[in-house]
């Protein structure tokens, strides 16, 4: 596992997103209401639709093509769709809100 730097938090508006690339995956960082930073692949499991692209409410993304609902903190879908999501561990500098993710 590498743990990578790939930005800062302030890189990312409240309930927003981010993407990066790591070999062939693409990666998603979500900052929630309450300035917590996780990241999941950009993937739903459903059709592949990009979940940076959908709405993020309370600890849930909404994918943007089916409305699918997914755990950003498990990865796992809301019932009573199923499947789950690759999630990545976040870590933040606390001293300058450097964001780092382990891969």
């Not at 890189?11 to 995956?25: E, M």
């Not at 709405?55 to 009573?80: F, N, T, Y």
């Not at 561990?89 to 606390?94: G, K, S, T, Y």
């Amino acid at each position: 596992m590498n743990k990578m730097l790939v930005g800062k938090v302030t890189d990312i508006d409240l309930l927003g997103s981010r993407t990066f690339r790591v070999n062939d995956t693409d990666i998603a960082l979500f900052r929630l209401s309450d300035g917590e930073v996780l990241a999941v692949e950009n993937k739903c499991p459903h059709k592949g639709g990009a979940l940076s692209e959908g709405m993020v409410c309370g600890s849930k993304v909404h994918c943007p093509l089916h409305d699918w609902r997914i755990d950003l903190h498990s990865g796992a879908v809301q019932e009573p769709d199923t499947g789950c999501v690759p999630t990545f561990n976040v870590e933040i500098d606390p001293d300058n809100g450097s964001i780092y993710v382990t891969i």
